[in-house]
């Protein structure tokens, strides 16, 4: 029996920066689904200038990308690699960032995309901005980051227009039992 992309599962989660997106991506990519990261494309395109990475460089990209193809452009970019891996199994998309980008997969691809936020009080996140081992963050350097992510790419959106929502003020293991239970509800699955 052939796959049909319409029969597998996609998650867009969405989140501030430090919220968990990743965590959570790493943990389904465990259990077998597919994982695009829309910054992967900001990291190919760092390597391809042999730009070092660092958040100028990356925020530059970021605007040059968005002026080129329109605020659309990591969920432009991406469509392809989403639809080519949903033809093989369940896909989580960590990273949709804007407005733009979630009208975009919704027109594209309906019902079929499910939204996940992740909620992190703010002070929980600057922590751990500060600790973690790639591209760690200041306090000041994460405020800015929200402020610019709030203002210039209406993140704030796709939060508020999630399906599900899930508290990460706790453990990484809390987190993914979350997660699971959610996914054991099946709600997901349903278009």
């Known amino acids: 029996m052939q796959h049909s992309d319409k029969d597998s599962p996609l998650l867009a989660i969405v989140g501030m920066t430090g919220s968990g997106k990743s965590s959570i991506a790493g943990h389904l990519k465990r259990k077998g689904w597919h994982t ?6 900001t990291m190919r395109e760092l390597e ?50 804007s407005w733009a980008e979630y009208k975009f997969l919704k027109q594209h691809l309906g019902n079929q995309m499910k939204v996940v936020a992740i909620f992190t009080t703010r002070s929980v996140r600057y922590a751990r901005l500060s600790q973690r081992p790639d591209r760690p963050l200041s306090a000041e350097e994460a405020e800015q980051r929200d402020f610019a992510e709030i ?32 996914l054991s509800t099946h709600i997901l699955l349903r278009k």
Do not use: C
């Open 48 to 97: 391809s200038r042999n730009l070092p990475i660092n958040e100028a460089n990356e925020r530059a990209v970021r605007e040059e990308l968005r002026a080129t193809h329109g605020m659309e452009a990591y969920a432009k970019l991406s469509l392809p690699t989403i639809r080519e891996t949903l033809s093989t199994g369940p896909t989580v998309i960590d990273g949709l960032y």
């Open 151 to 182: 203002e210039n790419l209406e993140k704030a959106r796709p939060i508020a227009m999630a399906d599900h929502m899930i508290v990460n003020d706790d453990s990484e293991e809390d987190l993914f039992q979350a997660v699971d239970r959610l």
């Open 36 to 41: 695009i990261r829309f910054g992967e494309i």
